[in-house]
């Protein structure tokens, strides 16, 4: 009996963005993410913001002085950059390009301003994921909850959700994350279904000519 030979298919990675208004849930589904698929590439931004006491350096940003972020953005070295809260952020050009052409996926916790610069760039390598809150008030809430912010900044942080939820639309997925198993089984698929779109199956041609090579032969 003849055994057939396994083809294993190439794929490019992709670039996983997950979005929403602070406390909706992104870096939890992030996290959780990141946990469950070891495999998936975690971007880190850098920024120019305080660390916060449970944030650690390299792991969930890298805390750098604004004129170094400066410096950054004007040598092209940051595929994207934004202004939120009154902090700046920025995403790293080179490891992100590095991974995606070794068939790695890359997973982005950034605000819509970010999204929409890497649209500009990299538009088909995204899959954008928008997580909403179920209601303004559990929003509240959760910000309140995690005793991470002053009252003045939650009320900041509340007054931007109407900005950052405006842009909605841009994104090719939107979660409404009121049961959080639910939302990340949901965001699970999406990744899923994504790594299986044709075009980034850059490996298919090898098999697709073996496929008609044999059809041909025994059709002769």
């Known amino acids: 009996m003849t055994v057939a030979t396994s083809f294993p298919i190439a794929r490019r990675g992709l670039m ?7 406390g909706a849930g992104k870096s939890t ?6 946990d469950k698929h070891p495999e998936i590439h975690l971007s880190v931004s850098v920024t120019t913001r305080e660390r916060r006491p449970s944030e650690v350096e390299g792991i969930h940003y890298h805390f750098i002085k604004r004129e170094r972020f ?7 070295d940051l595929l994207e950059s934004a202004e939120v809260h009154g902090n ?26 970010g999204t929409l610069q890497l649209y500009e760039k990299m538009r088909t390598d995204i899959v954008g994921v928008f997580i909403l809150p179920p209601s303004a008030t559990e929003l509240k809430t959760r910000l309140e909850r995690r005793a991470e912010d002053a009252s003045g900044v939650i009320e900041k942080r509340l007054k931007n959700a109407r900005t950052e939820i405006a842009h909605w639309q841009h994104y090719d997925y939107v979660l409404v994350n009121q049961d959080l198993d639910t939302t990340f089984r949901s ?14 199956m850059i490996g298919l041609t090898p098999i697709i000519e073996r496929l008609d090579q044999e059809l041909e032969t025994l059709t002769a």
């Open 70 to 76: 400066d410096r950054l953005r004007e040598t092209g």
């Open 88 to 113: 700046f952020y920025g995403t790293p050009r080179e490891p992100v390009e590095a991974a995606l052409s070794d068939g790695k996926d890359v997973l982005f916790d950034i605000d819509y301003q």
């Open 16 to 22: 996983l963005v997950l979005s929403s208004p602070s």
């Open 187 to 200: 965001l699970e698929a999406v990744l899923l279904a994504e790594r299986l779109r044709r075009e980034r």
């Open 29 to 34: 589904l992030a996290r959780l993410l990141l």
